[in-house]
């Protein structure tokens, strides 16, 4: 006989579709990574990862007020200082390129889209590792994330809303909350890129920050591996209880498993880093004519959002965002 089960009555029309919608997509659900570099004095645009630049501080704010009008959610910064040395000194020193982009990003927009501030030091060291390092050539912990408590402290000074520590050391999260706390910072949010695997789709956002890793180095010592899913669920609950406000999972597509794993077992927000590798594959396969950019863009990104996240990194941000508007 017929079958009872008619699932497909719900998809008939647009307007049913989105009735029914479990998830949606909105311009404020996205949030735009954007490089700054000192020095510059014209944007450079960045050949791996088209449509984006290194900013000069004033192509910055621009670029910013243009995602805000757009109704994008958030943006993250990242510095690309002139000099680097080997403890990253560039990355708290209040006159670092970051913090400078901070405060003229806040004295132009204020607190009308969040900014956010990446918190690492590979930017800023002449090896590249996201910490300074022991006799060894080892990351040292808890040397490092003295110096992340540091960063925090001036980027929250220049006008960061939320820090956002990406190097993946242990008790960063404690030790970022002391130090903001000490400070008087007890409203700055701490972002956790929680959950961060040593992953090959970074390899344009390098590009972006002109990082190499010395002697053909790899950060699979302090990066996760992407063997493993139950050893997630034990980073966010550390970052969760250490006082993360917002936990990360990064990259994106490639851990839709662990994104919906911790949607069920924490109640803080989530968000999911669309990177560049990412953003990266979709714009080549478009310009090859082999794929629909948009079309891709948006089935990604929702796909990110279903799988539990509340928000979305993604240099699709400003783009889609507009698109949405239409
Ligand atoms: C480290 C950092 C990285 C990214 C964000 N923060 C690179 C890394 O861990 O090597 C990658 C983001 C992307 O690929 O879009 N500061």
Redesign the pocket.
Known sequence: MFPVERPRRLRRTRAIRQLVAETTLAPSDLVL?LFVAEGRTEPWPIPSLPGHVQHTVDSLVHEVKRAQHAGVGGVIL?GVPNQKDEVGSGAYDDNGIAQVALRAVRDAIGDEIVVMA?L?L??YTSHGH?GVLNQNGTVDNDRTIALYAETAVVQARAGAAVVAP??MMDGQVDAIRQGLDDAGFTDTIIMA?AV?YASA??G???DAVG?TIQGGGD?RSY?QDAANRRESWREARADVDEGADLIMV?PALTNLDVLSDLYAQLDVPLCA?H???E?AMVCAAAERGWIDRQAVAIEQLTSIRRAGAQFVLT?FATEVAELLSL
């Open positions: 990574p990242f990446d690492c590979d930017e996201c990406s190097g890129y961060k789709l970074y344009p956002f390098r990082v950060r990066q990064k880093y990177v560049s590798g953003y240099y």
